[in-house]
């Protein structure tokens, strides 16, 4: 089992950067893949990011690959999201999840967080 929790979200402006957190607890947490996905109103939850277990994969959504990068800390537990050159359309909850199958689709993953505001305005 393991709970996974977001932080790190908030308003900026366009061209702004922010990072985003994301705790994990239990015991397992190194063996799983985590991501982060968003979803903006009306529209399905998209992936935005993934890295492996141990770190040999990464891979990003093409709408953010050079302006987002994600990276692994497994002494805190935690993975993150920076967020660089913010655009309007980037706004959405971010989803930080876990699973044990390498993938870009949502049901891939087991454990979701609650998720975090990001805004951008223009």
């Known amino acids: 089992q393991v709970q996974v929790t977001e932080s790190g979200g908030g308003l900026v402006q366009a061209g702004d950067s922010l990072r985003l957190s994301c705790a994990a607890s239990g015991s397992s947490f190194t063996s799983y893949h985590m991501a982060w996905f968003r979803q903006a109103p009306g529209k399905d939850r998209e992936f935005v990011g993934a890295?492996?277990?141990?770190?040999?994969?990464?891979d990003y959504a093409s709408s953010v690959k050079g302006r987002f990068t994600i990276s692994r800390d497994k002494d805190k537990n935690a993975i993150y999201l920076q967020m660089n050159n913010l655009k309007p359309e980037d706004t959405a909850v971010y989803y930080c999840?876990?699973?044990?199958?390498?993938?870009?689709?949502?049901?891939?993953?087991?454990?979701w967080g609650q998720g975090t505001q990001v805004t951008v305005s223009s």
């Open positions: 999840a876990a699973g044990g199958v390498w993938g870009t689709q949502v049901d891939l993953y087991t454990y």
């Open positions: 890295i492996s277990w141990g770190r040999t994969y990464i």
